[in-house]
């Protein structure tokens, strides 16, 4: 089954590289060495649609992008993912995303657009507690946030676009977050930037992004629109980059045991969390793994 899993995460790898082209089931069956029927059968089984609906939905969402993004004429981005025409382009569009793409371009809005699959999912750790030669010690910094407003989902809901979840692997939540604009966006908690409310002495999880104090943008349906937050120190409990299938388990418990016990009046604060949320930074090859709690400066 993991071969397979691979296999598939190979396939959808070479779709992406070859996304503006219109490679065959049996050019891509070919690259991953398996049948046509076969990549088929299991392709579905673990994506939940066919790999021809998966081109589909990626030529829109990265369509969108480009309206949203560039210049570049309707017609040259309908040809350029595969479309025969511009009408056709416009109907497949405004089937999928209820506007054409000239009133998305004039007026962006959130979307549903499809990611990326990701298919692999990080193997449990078996470390047995030592340092390796790439997981390390968690290492703490303050750093300071200013005001902000957060649009996220903060509990599971059904929505006209199917069920959304406050979670990375929500595919719609994911979606939706990657369609907005980025000058809509805050500068520091930026898209897919998780976190923490503290409830009835409880961490409940949400996922979303941060966005501008001004943000007067729809609110799509499952999110909510929270803040103002007020500016704020906040303690910043990091790991450095990582191999995200081998060592996530690992580094995500390490980092997450040192920031829910750290005291911070060795560092002359006290937790700001009555104001402010807590955030989570998960970018493993990029940016590593961070857990930031909000603080106040000991008076």
Known sequence: MQEWIYAAQ????YIEDHICEKP????????????????????????????????????LAMAAVDLRDTDISIIDIALRYGFSDQSTFTRA???????????????????PLACKKMLLKPFLNK???????SISKPYVRVEYIPAHKY???????????????????????????????DCDLDLVCTRFTAG?????????????????LDYNGEIPEGFELR????????????????????ENAE??????ELAWNFDPKTLGFEWNEGECQDYQRHYPEVLGYQVLRPVRKIV
């Not at 569009?93 to 979307?111: D, H, I, Q, T």
């Not at 923490?196 to 501008?212: D, I, L, P, Q, S």
């Not at 580094?251 to 997450?256: F, S």
């Open 93 to 111: 569009f405004k089937y999928a995303y209820g506007c054409a793409p000239s009133e998305y371009r004039k007026n962006p809005r959130p979307l």
């Open 196 to 212: 923490w409310t503290h409830e009835n002495g409880e961490r409940k999880y949400f996922f979303g992004a941060g966005v501008k």
């Open 227 to 246: 803040g103002t937050f007020p500016d704020s120190y906040y303690i910043v409990f990091c790991h450095q980059p990582f191999d995200y299938l081998t």
């Open 10 to 13: 190979k396939l959808i790898e």
């Open 127 to 133: 470390n047995d507690g030592g340092l390796s030669m």
């Open 24 to 59: 065959s089931l049996s050019e891509i069956s070919k690259h991953i060495g398996y049948s046509p029927c076969y990549c088929s059968e299991q392709f579905h089984r673990l994506a939940g649609m066919t790999i021809r609906e998966y081109v589909f939905r990626r030529r």
């Open 151 to 181: 649009l996220g989902v903060y509990k599971e809901a059904e929505t006209k676009n199917g069920r959304i979840w406050p979670q990375h692997d929500c595919d719609l939540a994911c979606g939706i977050i990657s369609s907005l604009n």
């Open 251 to 256: 580094v995500m418990k390490r980092v997450e």
